[in-house]
DNA sequence: TAGATTGTTAATCGATTAACAATC
DNA sequence: TAGATTGTTAATCGATTAACAATC
């Protein structure tokens, strides 16, 4: 219920559990769960969904339970997947060609509308029906002036300069694949970045292994 | 210190940036730190750094700090990168290859030694110089004795079926890039799964743009 | 030795769990 | 209405921070 009250980062990390989980009860054509069932499918605690939950407002039922539908649509308006964020790729490489071309951006309110690249060989090519452009011709307003996410598959010794041209073009909002520390480098530009490591899952992975952390 | 009590996911969840922050360091040349300057570096406080390390034993100095090299090293034991861990690739489509192309298996003690998918139409084509095989050929006692951890790069209407089979040879390590629950379905077989959801880490984008949260 | 910084214990803060009144 | 299950407050548990003696 509480607007103003910060919420927790680890809530905030299960918020796309949640919406998951929703998706496929509801793709099985359930209409309703209580907190309880929700917590057995996904190893969790019934107090804590309903106390995540109400971090945002209530959403139940008392006596039913939570109508899958509202419930997954209200989750997704707090994720902002509702509105429309236009998205750009920036290097066209494998890393990135495969991404767009795996990933559901549409599903979740982004909008892939250019994907650029600096490497005169693959300039004109096309992935996914949209062309390679020239990395410098981002800086033509008719281009910027929309462009809300920046996806970076770019190799890390580009970034820097690659992160201010962005910036200074008005982005402000990165999915960040290289191993450049943005949050460091560009924190004073307000700028919100999410970072995949994929080898830091592999790490992880190796240390369950090794400790049967099962 | 303790070596008996239970280290707690967020720990485990920080050994990873712990040795990829410290391997940084240590190509840029440094050979000491102090938990008060690596806590600067990483956005931590010096008390974390010091109660997340004495999770696993002293590695400091009275008075110095710690040995940069002595410190990357003990982390990747912890971690168990210095163990050889023989890895195969499910699924030698788009990203799957990518991935192998992609990620420094090596370098944290993964050692592919097979690729394989069911699709005749690319059995046979090599990726990274190793050639892709039916999957059939996998229960063949010579091609799986010694395989510690698959990949799994396959749709997931494929998994359950591929996942038992792989678990009926003796596999028990997945890295999982399917969005199918192995942890609920497979819990018994005391299997290890780290799985990787980039859609999640796409949602938490989109929450933080949306709620500006910087 | 004096200064610095660790390892570790104690204090605080925050997250999860338990309990229950509200209510559908 | 009676049963079920939420929303929410209180209790517990665990993680982070602060403090400091040990010691290099």
Redesign the pocket.
């Known amino acids: 219920?509480s607007k103003s009250m910060k919420v927790?980062?680890?809530?905030i990390n299960?918020l796309p559990m949640y919406h998951r989980f929703l998706t496929e009860l509801k793709s099985n054509g359930a209409h309703k769960?209580?907190?309880?069932?929700?917590a057995d499918t996904m190893h969790?605690?019934?107090?804590?969904i309903?106390?995540?939950?109400?971090c945002f407002?209530?959403?139940?039922?008392?006596?039913?339970?939570?109508n899958i539908d509202f419930l997954l649509e209200s989750i997704g308006r707090i994720l902002g997947l509702d509105q429309n964020k236009n998205t750009i790729l920036i290097g066209a490489g494998r890393l990135g060609s495969t991404l767009i071309s795996h990933i559901s951006f549409s599903e979740l309110g982004f909008n892939l509308t250019g994907i650029y690249d600096n490497d005169k060989n693959i300039i004109g090519n096309k992935v996914n029906d949209i062309e390679i452009q020239d990395i410098k011709n981002l800086s033509i307003p008719q281009n910027n002036q929309n462009v809300d996410v920046a996806i970076l598959c770019i190799p890390k010794q580009a970034c820097h300069e690659t992160v201010t041209f962005l910036i200074q073009n008005g982005i402000k909002t990165f999915w960040n694949f290289t191993h450049y520390d943005l949050q460091i480098n560009f924190l004073k530009d307000c700028i919100t970045v999410e970072n995949v490591h994929l080898s830091d899952s592999l790490m992880k992975l190796s240390y369950k292994k090794t400790n049967n952390d099962n």
């Open positions: 219920m927790s980062n680890l809530v299960r769960i209580s907190s309880s069932a929700l969790l605690t019934a107090s804590q309903r106390q995540d939950l109400n407002g209530g959403f139940g039922q008392q006596g039913y339970g939570y």
